[in-house]
DNA sequence: CATCTGACGACCG
DNA sequence: GCGGTCGCCAGAT
């Protein structure tokens, strides 16, 4: 399978961003949903700027195991996402496509 | 070819 | 909020 479609669309999330498995698969509509996307990031090539971090599971928790989830987290963080425990900020953090030319609109500058 | 497993998500109790 | 079940697909053994 070409998960290249997928690395692509990952690729594409702007920094302090995130998506979710499920949106993912809903927007590349793979066959299978978000166990495809999984599968996709899994086969997810390292060091070939595929911001696999950005993919998070619905609600925004990290799924993935450690020590990958610290990392995950840690990444994450660092790019001025904010946790809420076990969970990403959603609402500030899910990315939607077609927005990436949106204008910052609401004063969330930084 | 049969079986198991795995970065999931939604539902139900 | 937590744990169990089901659907669903691809790759590995």
């Known amino acids: 399978m070409s998960w290249n479609l997928v ?11 995130v998506v979710t498995y499920g949106q993912l698969a809903r927007a590349l509509k793979l066959p299978g949903g978000a166990r495809t996307a999984g599968r996709a990031m899994f086969a997810c090539p390292s060091g070939r700027g595929v911001p696999w971090h950005r993919v998070v599971g ?34 500030e953090h899910q990315w939607k496509p077609g927005r990436s030319a949106k204008k910052t609109g609401r004063g969330s500058r930084r």
């Not at 690395?7 to 961003?17: A, N």
């Not at 925004?60 to 946790?83: C, D, K, M, T, V």
């Open 58 to 91: 619905a609600g925004g928790r990290i799924l993935i195991r450690e020590p990958h989830a610290s990392l995950q987290r840690r990444l994450l963080e660092s790019e001025g996402a904010r946790f809420d425990g076990l969970r990403i900020n959603m609402a």
């Open 7 to 17: 690395y692509r669309f990952v690729k594409r999330i702007p920094r302090g961003c």
